[in-house]
Structure formats: structure tokens, C-alpha cells
């Protein structure tokens, strides 16, 4: 599991970049609000992606139920939150714009989540095998 969630902060990381990348060079069309909208969706993707990162590292360690948890709710906060900031600053539909503190929420309480685990019991984890990360 803990491969899990480094793969999704690497992979969100990547496109993060490539998001980032695309608002500097390739979305002049969008309005100023619109563009500030699409740069802070990135920003919080990155600032995420990182925490999924160390997410992935602290399981190796700290294994229990509050840090999965934490690493579910970042990685739906990322989709939600960033992804809503995408799709309304690309399209301006109002109506994806209640979904974006929806995801905002997931990401606030995937961080005291993270708190939580510190003072939980590490979970005993069964022997690994070939399928458990994945």
C-alpha cells in the first residue's frame, strides 16, 4: 500500500508540472481570474502530491488506520479540489464550483488525519508479499 500512494504523489507531481507548464505557455485564451483559478489548482496539487509522497514514506514506519485514511482523503482532495479549479477555470461552468470544497474539506482532514496516526498504535502488518503494495 505504501507503493501506492508514492506512485499517485509522483504521478499527481508529473502532471502537476505538466499542468503548470501548459497554464505558463499554453492558456492565454483564459481570463486573468480564470488563469489564477488553474495556477492555484496546481499549487495545491504540488503541495499535495508531496504530502502523498511522505504519506507513502511514513507507512513504512507508521502503519495504521489514520494514515490510510489520510492518504485516501489527499488523493480524492487532490482530484476534487484541483480538478474542480480545472474544469471550472477551462469551462466556467458554475455548477462543478460545490465540488471544489468538497475536495478543499478532503484535503484539510486528510492533513488531520495525519495528526491522528501520530498518536494511534502502529497496526501489526502481515508478511509481504509480491501483491501487497500494488
Known amino acids: 500500500m505504501k507503493k501506492h500512494f508514492i506512485l499517485h504523489g509522483a504521478m499527481f507531481m508529473a502532471l502537476a508540472v ?3 507548464a501548459m497554464a505558463s ?9 480564470a488563469l489564477h ?14 504530502g502523498l509522497l511522505a504519506i507513502g514514506i511514513m507507512i513504512g514506519q507508521l502503519a495504521n488506520r489514520p494514515l490510510f485514511l489520510a492518504g485516501r ?4 482532495g ?6 474542480g479549479l480545472y474544469f471550472y477555470a477551462i469551462t466556467e461552468i458554475s455548477a462543478i464550483k460545490f465540488i471544489i470544497p468538497i475536495g478543499g474539506v478532503c484535503l484539510i482532514l486528510s492533513w488531520l488525519c495525519i ?3 501520530i498518536f ?3 497496526e501489526p ?3 509481504e508479499d509480491k501483491n501487497a503494495d500494488s
Open 73 to 76: 482523503l489527499m488523493f480524492f
Open 25 to 33: 505557455h499554453g492558456l492565454s485564451s483564459l481570463s486573468e481570474h
Open 120 to 122: 494511534s498504535k502502529a
Open 125 to 127: 502488518q502481515a508478511p
Open 78 to 83: 487532490i482530484i476534487l479540489f484541483s480538478g
Open 115 to 117: 495528526v491522528w496516526s
Open 37 to 50: 483559478l488553474f495556477r492555484l489548482g496546481v499549487q495545491y496539487q504540488i503541495y499535495h502530491a508531496i
Open 18 to 20: 505538466a499542468l503548470g
